[in-house]
């Protein structure tokens, strides 16, 4: 399944709206560190590993498409 996600920075919460989630991160955009966090919390949110987690697009950006197998 794919996911719209937008990422917000210096806030901890997770509101989805059908097909669109906004992820609210802690850690910095530095080194991937928010991509971790993003995987991880979207793994916890929906029960799955965090190796069924995949960022599809948007790597560098705070939109994404994030693939969940």
């Known amino acids: 399944m794919l996911y719209q996600v937008h990422v917000e ?3 901890d919460s997770i509101t989805v709206d059908g097909n669109e989630i906004t ?6 955009p530095v080194d991937g560190q928010a991509n971790k966090e993003v995987i991880k919390k979207m793994a916890k949110h929906f029960g799955v590993s965090s190796a069924n987690v995949s960022i599809k697009k ?5 939109d994404k498409i994030i693939e969940i197998v």
């Open 9 to 11: 920075f210096n806030s």
């Open 23 to 28: 992820i609210g991160v802690k850690s910095k």
């Open 58 to 62: 948007g790597h560098k950006s705070r």
